[in-house]
Structures are given as structure tokens and as C-alpha cells.
């Protein structure tokens, strides 16, 4: 079992960067798939991006081009880097993760899809 925990939020004006972190510790992360979501007040979570055992990643389009997603496996840490912020990206931000089990293929959009939280870290961007 691994436990998340988030860091790197802020207040920032748009147009600027910030870099959110996700630590994780009790468990080595090589074999899980993680990802970032958001939630607003008063709106549903809302995923942001993935990536997968491989490498691989994926994006919602609203931050496509602007976010980028990365793993260092080493450090048990993964990151969101966030550039070009806009106001709309005001967030809670969470990190999730799961176990990429044999034969198992997850919908990485979806948070049922992760067991594992973290407790969100605050981005707020002002115009």
C-alpha cells in the first residue's frame, strides 16, 4: 500500500509556472500507473493527466501543451509541471496511484480506477 502526499501548490498570476509534487512512501512505485486530477468547489473531480508503468502519458485537452506529467521512480515522486497557468486552473490538485496488475487495464481518466490518494494540494491563479 503506498501513501501520497502533495506539495507545490500556490497562488499564482496567470500566464506563470508552478510544479507540483507528489511523494509516495511505503511501497516502490515501479509498478504503478498515477495520475492528477482536480476538483473545483461545487464541481465533480476532474482528471488531468496519467501516466502509465511505461511511460507513457495522456492529457486532457484543456491542458494539453501546458502540463506535463513525469515519474522519477528513483525518488518515489511524481511531478506536474504547470506552465501558461490560467484562471480556470484553480484547483484542488490530487495525486492518485494504483497497481498495475498483470492482464489488468485501467481507464486512466477515471478515478474509480485509483485506490490510492493523496490530500490535495491548493493552486489558485489570478488574472
Known amino acids: 500500500q503506498v501513501h501520497l502526499v502533495e506539495s507545490g501548490g500556490g497562488s499564482v498570476q496567470a500566464g506563470e509556472s508552478l510544479r507540483l509534487s507528489c511523494g509516495a512512501s511505503g511501497d516502490t512505485i515501479n509498478s504503478y500507473y498515477m495520475g492528477w486530477f482536480r476538483q473545483a468547489p461545487g464541481k465533480e473531480r476532474e482528471w488531468v493527466s496519467s501516466?502509465?508503468?511505461?511511460?507513457?502519458?495522456s492529457y486532457a485537452d484543456s491542458v494539453k501543451g501546458r502540463f506535463t506529467i513525469s515519474k522519477d521512480n528513483a525518488k518515489s515522486t511524481l511531478y506536474l509541471q504547470m506552465n501558461s497557468l490560467k484562471p480556470e486552473d484553480t484547483s484542488l490538485y490530487y495525486c492518485a496511484a494504483d497497481v498495475m496488475y498483470p492482464g489488468w487495464v485501467p481507464i486512466l481518466e477515471r478515478p474509480a480506477d485509483f485506490a490510492y490518494w493523496g490530500q490535495g494540494t491548493q493552486v489558485t491563479v489570478s488574472s
Open positions: 501516466i502509465s508503468t511505461d511511460g507513457s502519458t
